[in-house]
């Protein structure tokens, strides 16, 4: 069995992913955030896995109904952070 806020503490690259939506939602959680497409020079295909991560650890919502203005090389209005990915992350920062 995996335990999700160990796997959070020990990998900083989806804490950091995370931390990254958990900063656009500021005061306002409720806003779908676009899709962060590069980070620390990560292949897309790993991108997917750690998005997947999040998902998987209800840390991160994922908007299917779509957002209007699409744009080549962008995703738009496609996740938010969750109340316990936030919970996750606080929790993994007290170490």
């Known amino acids: 069995?995996?335990?999700e806020l160990e796997l959070l503490r020990q990998t900083p690259v989806l804490r950091k992913?995370?931390?990254h939506y958990a900063q656009l939602a500021g005061h306002?959680?409720?806003a779908w955030q676009d899709r962060l497409m590069q980070l620390d020079e990560l292949p897309p295909r790993?991108?997917?896995r750690l998005h997947g991560e999040l998902i998987a650890f209800n840390w991160?919502?994922?908007n299917t109904a779509g957002c209007p203005g699409l744009r080549q090389g962008v995703v738009p209005c496609c996740?938010?952070?969750t109340t316990a990915g936030l919970r996750a992350l606080k929790q993994a920062d007290e170490d």
Do not use: H, K, P, S
Request: without cysteine; proline residues 0%.
């Open 1 to 3: 069995m995996i335990d």
């Open 17 to 19: 992913l995370l931390g």
């Open 28 to 30: 306002d959680r409720t």
């Open 46 to 48: 790993e991108m997917t």
């Open 60 to 62: 991160l919502e994922q």
């Open 79 to 81: 996740y938010r952070v």
